[in-house]
Each structure stands twice: as C-alpha cells, then as structure tokens.
C-alpha cells in the first residue's frame, strides 16, 4: 500500500517551479494565479528566500507545486491508498483525495495564509524543535512554563524525538531550558515569523472558518489522515471543523504515520518540494520505504521504481487459477468538474487507446491507454472535479 504525503510551510525554496515551467502539469499554475489573482509563477519561479518565507507566499506557492507534483504522479501511473499532509499540506491532500476542488483549496490556502499573516502581528510569537527528547517530558515542560504565566505549546509532533513547541519568546526559551533539564539533547529555534498550531492563531481561525463554511466538501476518493486526531476520513462532513481546528491545535504526524502503518502503508511517497516528510518517515516507521519527488526527472524516477517493485512482487507470486498479475496500472482523470457518469464496463474489460470510459457532464474522459478496466473510483452520479481519478486500469 502507498501514501502520497504533501509538505507544509518551511519546504519552499527559490526557483522550485523551474523544472516544470514546460511540463504539462504547469497549467495548474497558471490556474491557480487566475483564481487566487496573485502571480504565482513568480512566486514559484522569481521570489527569493525572503519573500517566500512570508506565510501568504510560502502557503500558496507550496501548495501549488505540490499539487503540480501530484498531477505529473497521477500522469504518469501513480496512485495512492491513502493520502496526508503536513500542516499547510493537509489542503494538498483533500485536493489529491477528490474532497475538494483544486479551485476551492487555492481559495483557501490563500485566505490562511493572509489570515495566519495577521495573526503574527497580534501575538509576538516563534517556534524551536526540541531534539532527543520524549513527547510527554516536552508537554511537561510546556504545562510547566505555562503554571508559571508563560505562554507555550507542543506544536508538531514530528518523529520519536522530534517535537515542536511555539509561543512567545520568553516562555519559549525556558520550556526549552525545562525540556533540556529532562533529558532533551537540543533546543533549536525555527526560523518563523509566528507560533503556528497554538492558540495564538485564534485570529486566523475566525477568518478562515467563513472561508470554510462556503466551500463545498466531497467524500475523499482514498482515505485522508488527518493532522487534529490522527485518524483517516473520507466523510465530506468532517473536514470543516478538522481544518478549522488545525489551526490551533498540534499536527500529530509522529501519531498519523502509525495509522498509515496501522492500515498496511509500506511506501510513503512525499510530492512537493523538499524531503522533510520523506525524512520523518524514515525516522517513524521501521521497514518502510520513504521517498520523494518534487522534479518531473524524480516523478519519471519514483513511477519506474515502483513499476519495478510491482514486477518484482508479481514475479514471486503464485497466480491462482484465473488470475493474472501485471506490473503496471494506471489512472483515468476526469478532465472537467461536473456530474460523472460511467459507461458500462464489466471489471477486467479490454479497452484501447480513446475508448470511451464515462462522461463528466459534457465532457468525454477517453482511455489514453490500452488494458483492461479494473473498476471505477467514482461512482455514477458522484460529482467530481477536474483531474480527480474516476478509474483505474492495468495497462498492456
């Protein structure tokens, strides 16, 4: 089983959208400027290192790329059993799992990211990873400075020995003092304008919570762990209130990578810039696989490794009567939003290059492979957005 993790903010870095300006998965860019009204191809492609820090730029120009990461994956044959992001990138995530659209998530991402922005100017705060410590002696020694008047968290819980705490400077460097006299080796400051995932974003929550009660939510394609309890949704009901406490409560990923492993996850793929998440995996969960891709060569890389790995397992497999195994699948995207309607296909029927697989409202989606239709991921009458996986084939 696979899981797609998308970065969050801090993964950025100056010319990250380069490698793709000419790639097809580009024209997510160009959509994403039009409906945020924000020329995000310079951001992705001109800003330095200190515009891209700034909340409202890292956020959209992050999200951004992750998702044209994403689209060139799903291009190129990739899917995912389960998805999950990382603070910011949990928007990433829904978008990637179908639960809502590319459209709405620009629209959101842009709005926190101004909102947490503001938020900043409200309440001085930063934040510092606290190395080689246990996650309940840093909640100690945050409760501690906290009985005392000073205002600090546990922000992330990242990986056995990796944990975020944030809030106000002062309290802050005596929660690392107090998380040093419990055994914690290092106390290192982040380099960030805000304590983000503390209630010190309580301003930003109010803003976003009227962007989130007009934005439409959909069943999620594959099942989507989520940052506030660790556990995986796919009901559209849960994600308004998710989301909005995200925003002051701990991302608990350490706790979201023993779920995906809980559930069977064996290869963790992170999508987007950087290699922070694919780290962490590697970090969190003994035996897995832990990789990333954020470059069109890398994609091309990470689809021909695991098309290798799905040989090599099929190859010392035993087919039962009647079974046959074949290394490669591939995904059917919907090339609009609109109402999906399937044409009639028994699973396992052979199809070729341009047949006909459904209809999203007008729009044709035409197989652009040969195989065979192994079954369809959403259901007729599912409303479903532009490049959201309708079916999956294995490819001759």
Not at 371 to 380: D, E, I, K, T
Request: glycine share 10%; aromatic share 4%.
């Amino acid at each position: 089983m696979i899981a797609f993790t998308f970065p969050g903010q801090g993964s950025q870095r100056p010319g990250m959208g380069a490698p793709w300006r000419d790639d097809p998965s580009w024209a997510l860019v160009e959509r994403a400027s039009t409906v945020a009204g924000r020329n995000v191809a310079q951001l992705l492609l001109e800003a330095d290192a200190d515009e891209l820090k700034l909340s409202h730029n890292a956020q959209l120009s992050t999200f951004v790329l992750s998702l044209v990461v994403h689209d060139a994956a799903v291009r190129s044959g990739l899917r995912a059993d389960a998805v999950a992001g990382h603070s910011l990138g949990e928007y990433s995530a829904l978008v990637a799992a179908g639960a809502i659209s590319f459209d709405d998530g620009v629209r959101l991402v842009a709005e926190r990211g101004d909102a947490m922005r503001a938020a900043c100017t409200a309440h001085t705060g930063t934040m510092a990873a606290v190395l080689g410590g246990d996650d309940a002696d840093v909640e100690a020694a945050c409760a501690e400075v906290r009985s005392d008047g000073g205002d600090v968290w546990v922000a992330n819980l990242n990986a056995p020995g990796q944990v975020v705490i944030a809030g106000e400077p002062d309290a802050l460097a005596r929660a690392g003092e107090a998380c040093k006299a419990r055994g914690a080796k290092r106390v290192m400051p982040v380099a960030v304008s805000g304590a983000f995932h503390t209630p010190y974003m309580a301003p930003a929550q109010e803003r976003l919570d009227a962007v989130l009660a007009a934005t439409s939510f959909a069943g999620a394609v594959v099942p989507v762990a989520a940052n506030v309890d660790a556990a995986l949704h796919r009901d559209a009901t849960a994600w308004q209130q998710l989301l909005s406490r995200q925003l002051c409560s701990p991302v608990r990923w350490s706790h979201l990578l023993g779920t995906l492993d809980t559930e069977g996850v064996s290869t963790l793929i992170e999508l987007g810039p950087g290699t922070v998440l694919s780290g962490m995996g590697k970090r969190t969960l003994e035996g897995a696989i832990s990789l990333a891709a954020s470059t069109p060569a890398e994609v091309a890389d990470l689809a021909t490794r695991i098309a290798q790995e799905e040989a090599r397992v099929a190859a010392n497999t035993t087919a039962v009567e009647g079974e046959q195994l074949y290394a490669a699948e591939r995904l059917v995207v919907s090339p609009a939003a609109g109402v999906f309607e399937p044409v009639d296909l028994a699973d396992g029927t052979p199809i070729e290059v341009g047949d006909l697989v459904g209809r999203v409202g007008e729009h044709e989606v035409r197989a652009r492979f040969a195989g065979w239709v192994m079954g369809h991921l959403a259901h007729r009458g599912e409303r479903v957005t532009p490049r959201q996986p309708v079916a999956w084939m294995r490819i001759a």
